[in-house]
């Protein structure tokens, strides 16, 4: 077996570049190598890909150093636990270049881009326009963006239960109406006109 095998015995790995025999876990993944696994370590590779980037006069991040089983978030310019990334094979430490904290934010904005066309602040001014609170109930906090599912117009900030009311309504304002009516005590009874067809009260 070669320098760079793996050693079955062990579960052990040898760099080709630093020569140090390292568990598995210490390799990047790499699908034409034999085992598996870049020949390189992960902390070899870093400074290989640096050394290959300065040297094509290209500007590196300075690196924040971090106790073990921890790394240095460039979004949040925090140092967390390695629990607190999701891991990615294909870096070079085996984990995420953001934590879950910031790549759950960053989808969430993204979500708001896609899905409504407006940002987390004009999102944020709707809320405090409306005191925090729902645009309906008036009651529980604003968190679920409403939208018109016709015309794609964001229309306010709702709570989860309004929102879903909305939706169970199918949007139909002649239904909300209905709704408010039979909540105050008035039942809207059809009226039979003609054999098989009924006319709702106007």
Known sequence: MGES????????KRCSRCKDHKPRAAFAGNRSARDGLQAYCRECWTAYHQARQLAKGKNIRPRVETPEGHKFCRSCAEIKPHSEWHRNSKASDGFATSCKACRASKARADHLRRQ??????????MIAS???????CLKAPAAHVDHCHKTGRVRGVLCFNCNSGLGLLR???EAAYRAADYLEGNAWKPTLV??????LPS
């Open 194 to 199: 003609a054999p098989g067809v009924y006319q």
């Open 130 to 136: 409306q005191m925090g609170l729902c645009a309906i």
């Open 116 to 125: 409504y066309g407006i940002t987390e602040a004009e999102r944020d001014e």
């Open 171 to 173: 949007d139909d304002p």
């Open 5 to 12: 095998g793996l050693h079955d015995s062990e579960g052990l």
